[in-house]
C-alpha cells in the first residue's frame, strides 16, 4: 500500500516508517505538520493516511482538519486517526463526512505490529478500526436516538465488534455464540437501521457510521 503518514514524534514517526517498510508498504509522505500534510493528501493520493490528530503548531486537531479538507476533493480517502486520548468529538467529525475507510485507534492501546497494520489494511479496504474505549465513549452520547435505542443489548454489543473490524466468525469466538446467531443479530441491526440491501453498499460500514455519527 502507499501510505501518508503524519507525526510529529521524530522517533515515533521513524519507527513507524520503518515498520511499514519492512512489511512492504511505501510509505510515500511522512510529515509533521497539518499543512504539510493536506499537501502531501493531494499531491500523492495515497491508498491510506495514517494521522496523528494533534499536530503543530497548536497541537489541538491540526491532523483532523488536513484530513477533512483532504476529504473534500477525495471523499472515499481512508483515514486511521491516531491519538493519545479519547477524543469523541474527532471521531464524529472524521464520521460525518460518510466516507468508507475510517479508523481511530488510541496510541497507548496499540499493543503489537501486527494489530496495527491489520487496522491500517481494514481501513485502506474501506472498513474500519474502532478502538472499543472510544466507541464506548461514543456511544454514550447514542443513547438517545431512537433508531440506535431500538437495539437490543446483544445487537449493541454486536455492533461495537463490527465497528472494531471483525469478521461474524470473530465475533462469534469473542462473544461464545455460534455464526449463524451472530449473522442473525447484523440481519436485525441492518433493518432497525433502515440499511436495505444494495450491491453497491458496503452495509456494515454504513450501520457503524450510522451507530456513531452524530
Known sequence: MRIALAEDHF???DGLI???GA???EVVAAVDNGGDLLDALVSERPDVAVVDVRLPP????EGL???LAARERMPDLPVLLLSQYVEPLYARELLAGGGRGVGYMLKDRVTNGAQFLDSIRRVAEGGTAMDAEV???LLVRKER???VGSLSEREREVLEWVAQGRSNAGIAQGLFISEKAVAKHIGNIFTKL???QADTDNRRVLAVLAYLDQ
Open 135 to 137: 466507541i464506548s465513549k
Open 145 to 147: 436516538d431512537e433508531a
Open 11 to 13: 522517533l515515533l514517526r
Open 18 to 20: 520503518r515498520l511499514l
Open 65 to 67: 482538519r488536513a484530513v
Open 194 to 196: 433502515g440499511l436495505l
Open 23 to 25: 512489511h512492504g508498504h
Open 58 to 61: 497548536t497541537f489541538t486537531d
